[in-house]
């Protein structure tokens, strides 16, 4: 890409104090209710169940090498693909298979975490979440995790979502890959772990949980660090800076003489 014609601006989210909504009696609540009620430790996660989420990476490598009072919830859609087009994905030669999924975006863990799930009672996928529930479903959580691995041809883009948990007042622990660096400062607003490092992820979460004032400590400079980093005002700004250099470059050329001008 040409470099003068590239511009990169960071998502914001809103900072400002609000008073906290309070979710619906649903089964999602009444399951962190319960959670709590047992002094489970919740990590939790958001994503569409794509490889590059490193989901079902984590609760088959990471998870079972936690302590048995840690549990794993994820937050994201059940892909409806119908047994014709499951069929047609799951049959394809592997070439053409890989590009398919990466062009249409398509879910490829769903199948093997739906099995996992039932199979374990420290893994729970929640499909359904309103808004409402999934911020009360974060604030509640200890840890926000985001297990992302590398998939040639996928890269993860702006981690969105970590500033979401941070906003829930959750720390994040995250891969240190691609588009999430740039929303997880390192030791600001959560930690970069190595991706696809399972024992660096084990230690790392075993560490934080031992301590809950820790973790508490941990949060209390976050708010300060998405005031000064990630505020709506912020994003919308440098909108507004480079759509004007853009108009100012244009008027620049409109009034620039003609090389006939200059020739003579």
């Known amino acids: 890409f040409d470099v003068e014609k590239v511009f990169v601006i960071h998502n914001g989210v809103a900072v400002r104090q609000k008073e906290e909504a309070i979710p619906i009696d649903n089964e ?4 962190i209710a319960a959670l709590r009620q047992d002094n489970k430790k919740i990590l939790v996660s958001i994503g569409r169940t794509v490889a590059r989420k490193g989901f079902h990476w984590f609760a088959e490598d990471v998870l079972p090498a936690l302590d048995d009072d840690t549990v794993f919830v994820l937050i994201g859609p059940y892909p409806e693909y119908g047994k014709t087009k499951e069929w047609f994905i799951t049959k394809s030669p592997r070439w053409f298979r890989d590009q398919l999924v990466l062009f249409f975006g398509l879910s490829t863990q769903h199948l093997k975490l739906r099995k996992l799930g039932a199979a374990s009672d420290r893994f729970s996928w929640l499909t359904e979440v309103d808004n409402v529930t999934k911020d009360h479903i974060l604030n509640k959580s200890d840890l926000f995790v985001m297990p992302n691995i590398k998939v040639t041809g996928d890269m993860e883009g702006f981690g969105l979502v970590a500033l979401e948990a941070n906003l829930q007042g959750t720390y994040v622990l995250a891969a240190d890959l691609e588009g999430i660096r740039d929303a ?3 030791g600001q607003n959560g930690r970069l772990i190595g991706s696809g490092r399972a024992d660096l992820w084990v230690s790392e979460i075993k560490q934080l949980l031992e301590s809950s004032t820790d ?37 620049a ?4 003489p003609p090389v006939e001008a200059h020739l003579n």
């Open 215 to 251: 973790v508490e400590t941990l949060v209390e400079p976050i708010r300060t660090h998405l005031e000064l980093n990630f505020p709506w005002e912020k994003m919308v700004d440098n909108y507004a800076k480079v759509f004007q250099k853009i108009i100012d470059k244009s008027k």
């Open 184 to 186: 997880v400062t390192d």
């Open 253 to 256: 050329t409109e009034l620039r």
């Open 28 to 31: 999602y609540t009444q399951l």
